[in-house]
């Protein structure tokens, strides 16, 4: 194993499990843990950068990489992911406790209803596109093709259970992981070809808006 890969995977599982442990170890608000996501995010990439020089960031943003074709694909694909939580939400909603996830919303991360909306632009957007741009754009374009396949989507799926683990029984938690898993790899298949992360980042924010869509009715 080079240096390049085992830099890779240690440094991104550390500031997962770094981040796992500051979502339930610390009690802090929910702009200071995102405060030190982007802040580990920042730091992981900024020192492969300067330890490898074969990363750039403009190179997985390079938007003419990105046809009228594939424009259309990432549209339709982005609505039909809405559609998918939509349809699971609705699935599994029997099972889901609206009022305990508000509750934990408002007490450990301190999320109003006026802060959910603010919470919400941020997710769909600004979220979505660091985490594509450090599970996707660093993780997986850096590693060789074997490795990316199973460790980005995996560590991508592990990233989120700490966040939603005290919102939905242990069923509906390994139903969760499974269905990131897939997400993830769904997301690093509709990468690979252009090696951008313009496909994920736009397939990302119509599902996060839906979740937030949803999220509304927790406090109106």
Partial sequence: MNKKITYILLSSFFTCAVLAFI??????????????????????????????????FKQVLALSKMGRREWLKVMILGISSAGIVLAAYLLFLPQIDLNLIQQDLTDRLGITATGFIFVGIYVSFGNSLLEEYFFRGFIFFNLPR?????YSPLLFASYHIPMIMLWFTAEIILICFIGLWVIGLVFQ?????NKTIWASWIIHICADLMIIIIGLNLFY
């Fill in 23 to 56: 979502e339930h170890g610390i009690e802090i608000n929910y702009v200071i843990k995102t405060v030190c996501k982007i802040s580990f995010f920042f730091i992981v990439v900024w020192v492969y950068m300067k330890l490898f020089k074969d990363f750039h």
């Fill in 146 to 150: 074997k490795w990316g396949y199973i």
């Fill in 189 to 193: 298949l509709v990468n690979e070809k």
